[in-house]
């Protein structure tokens, strides 16, 4: 798979060359700085935890069902 960034580099290889974009919309061949790119698994990882895990408790269901059925449809 070639990005247009790899085009115009004229390298191949099987993981892509991406652009630190800092700023505006991050378009597919870009990337944040690795500092934003933390912050952004950080707050995945939260978001994930508060929709698997304590929603399941607030509905009065046990969270292993809910990660179990998670698990399941991967």
């Known amino acids: 798979m070639v990005t247009t960034v790899e085009a115009s580099q ?3 290889g099987y993981f892509p060359r991406w652009t ?7 378009m597919p061949e870009e990337r944040l700085p690795w500092a934003q790119t933390i912050i952004s698994g950080l ?26 059925s998670r698990a399941s449809v991967r």
């Open 43 to 68: 707050q995945h990882s939260v978001a994930m935890a508060g929709a698997t895990i304590v929603a399941p408790i607030i509905m009065g269901f046990d969270p292993s069902v809910a990660l179990f």
């Open 10 to 12: 004229g390298t191949s």
């Open 20 to 26: 630190v974009k800092t700023g505006g919309v991050i």
